[in-house]
């Protein structure tokens, strides 16, 4: 008698299990973690690999060597600007009064326009930033505009 008992047990168990609860959302793989968004957009893969060194995850900078890209005027205004800082680099420039020891490196030659469009209107969105969107043909202009010129 017991040995069905436990059989019986042992079948009700397999079917708890296989069957999950009815959840069909896959398992996330344990390197990711938990509280990161489903999928970075093309413009955030960029910015991790690129910009987060210096300018953070949360877009806050690093005091007086690297400014914050949250709620910076140039990041919420006009895309020329902004677009001209990510092509050629900047250097020595106070930003709202405070002067960063840091450059900022020159992408002209390390990204495409592509991931430049996307990794600006992803900072332009990001961390309560409302820039307006950047296209192609901004970027393309941008990047005719040689430094200093
Ligand atoms: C090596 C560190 C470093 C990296 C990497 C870097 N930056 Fe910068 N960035 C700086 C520094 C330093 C400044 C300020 C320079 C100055 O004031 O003269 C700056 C300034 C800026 C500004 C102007 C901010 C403002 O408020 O005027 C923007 C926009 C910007 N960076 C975007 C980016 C983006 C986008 C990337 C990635 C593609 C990136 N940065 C990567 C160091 C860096």
Known sequence: M??????FSAIALTLLV??????????????TPPAAAATPSAG?????TYCVACH???????????????GSRRVNGPAAPML????????????DGVKYSMA????RDILSDEQIRDVTNYVRTAWGNSGS???????????AKKPGA
Do not use: H
Request: hydrophobic share 35%; proline share 7%.
């Open 44 to 48: 955030e893969k960029v910015y991790i």
């Open 18 to 31: 296989s069957c999950g609860g009815g959840s069909s959302t896959p398992q996330t793989p344990a390197a």
């Open 104 to 107: 900022m490196t020159p992408y």
């Open 84 to 95: 001209a800082v990510i092509f050629n680099g900047l250097q020595g420039e106070e930003i």
């Open 133 to 143: 969107s950047v296209s192609m043909e901004d970027v393309a202009t941008a990047r």
């Open 2 to 7: 017991s040995y069905f008992k436990v059989l």
């Open 56 to 70: 953070a995850k949360n877009g806050k900078g690093i005091e007086n060597m690297y400014p914050p890209l949250a």
